[in-house]
């Protein structure tokens, strides 16, 4: 067994996990190694060889971009992924690349995409994903019938071009996260506009919009799975009735605003003047 970086287990199954003196969430994937991994060498070795690897802290790649050719978890473990001068991550050769824990993955690129797939899959999850404002190019782009499926996570754009390469969006499939200026229920036209002839939505999920979300000037917009018929959403949580979520008090608990659903219709409760306000 070669040592790259720090190996800490094995995943011996896609439900069971050795491990020694830490903890990794479950995922599922044939065996592989897992890694901690501290600096850009330990990095591009485990990266290489494929498997698990748990980011120990910040790490910057300049000049050179991260090259995917197996089956990778990328645990950001809560530090930041960043990528500098012109570079980003590749997804090739039929590979598979899930990128999870609370961290950020950035470019300051003004010409590259952030995530480019040439062939292969890749997942991102519960993360920040963050271009150069200024970029003229993309945050995800598919080619080759790839597939990249976005299920959480917050992804800031370009002022000047949408998140995803127009060219390609029917390989992207949105199950959550919120977005900023880029409305993921839109498709696009031959000129590259969006509209809602395609979409990057998921079957069951539909676009919310949240409005200036951060106060930058930007509009956002959020992810959903659409509600059952007559179930009731009061900040994510499901009721089956009105009634019910009236009666574990969520109406009148909350101390802020909160978002209502009620059979994919949508209202903000304004604790400061106790109504129910139609949102656009």
């Not at 050795?18 to 600096?39: G, L, R, W």
């Not at 990778?72 to 960043?82: A, F, H, P, Q, R």
């Not at 009148?252 to 106790?274: P, Q, R, T």
Request: proline share 1%.
């Amino acid at each position: 067994q070669e040592n790259l970086g720090a190996v800490y287990g094995r995943i011996v199954s896609p439900s069971k996990i050795e491990i020694t003196n830490n903890t990794v969430n479950d995922v599922t994937m044939e065996e592989k190694t897992v890694y901690h991994v501290n600096n850009i060498n330990d990095l591009q070795a485990a990266v290489n060889n494929g498997g698990y690897v748990v980011l120990l802290n910040d790490l910057e790649l300049s000049n050179q971009s991260l090259l995917i050719n197996n089956e990778l978890v990328l645990d950001l473990n809560g530090y930041t992924l960043s990528f500098i001068n012109d570079n980003g991550i590749v997804v090739e050769n039929n590979s598979k690349l899930t990128v999870i824990g609370k961290g950020t993955v950035k470019s300051d690129s003004l010409v590259n995409d952030l995530f480019k797939v040439n062939s292969g899959v890749l997942v991102l999850e519960n993360n920040d994903y963050q271009m150069n404002s200024q970029a003229t190019t993309y945050l995800v782009s598919c080619y080759n019938n790839s597939l990249a499926e976005l299920k959480d996570g917050k992804y800031y754009g370009s002022t000047i071009t949408p998140l995803f390469n127009p060219d390609n969006i029917t390989n992207i499939k949105i199950y959550g996260g919120k977005y900023q200026t880029t409305n993921p229920a839109y498709g696009k036209n031959n000129d590259h506009s969006y509209d809602d002839k395609q979409n990057m939505l998921a079957n069951g999920y539909y676009s919310y919009s949240l409005g200036d979300l951060l106060n930058d000037g930007n509009k956002w917009y959020e992810v959903r799975e659409t509600l059952e018929e007559g179930k009731v959403s009061i900040n994510g949580e499901v009721f089956n009735t009105i009634n019910e979520a009236v009666e574990n008090g969520l109406l009148f608990k909350v101390n802020k605003e909160a978002v209502i659903e009620i059979s994919g219709l949508v209202y903000l409760n304004n604790n400061n003047d106790k109504s129910l306000k139609g949102l656009d």
